[in-house]
C-alpha cells in the first residue's frame, strides 16, 4: 500500500472471525495484513471516510462496485 514506513497493528478477533478473514485472504490470493489494508481502503472509501495521504491509485482493487 505505501512504500513508507509502516505501523504495527495488534487486534484481537473472534476465532471464526480470523477464519473467514483468512479465507477472504486466501481467496484474493493476498497476505492477511494485506487482506485487511484492502478492506478498510474500500470500507473508508465506501462510507465517505477519509483517506489521509493516500492516493485514488492505492489500491484500486478495493473501489466500490457502483
Do not use: F, H, W
Not at 477472504?24 to 483517506?51: F, I
Amino acid at each position: 500500500m505505501s512504500v513508507g514506513k509502516t505501523e504495527v497493528v495488534s487486534v484481537r478477533v473472534e476465532p471464526q472471525i480470523k477464519a473467514a478473514l483468512q479465507a477472504a485472504a486466501e481467496r484474493e490470493m493476498r497476505s492477511l495484513a494485506n487482506m485487511v489494508e484492502v478492506m478498510v481502503v474500500a470500507y473508508c472509501r465506501t462510507n465517505g471516510v477519509p483517506l489521509n495521504g493516500v492516493s485514488d491509485e492505492t489500491l484500486p482493487s478495493a473501489r466500490p462496485s457502483r
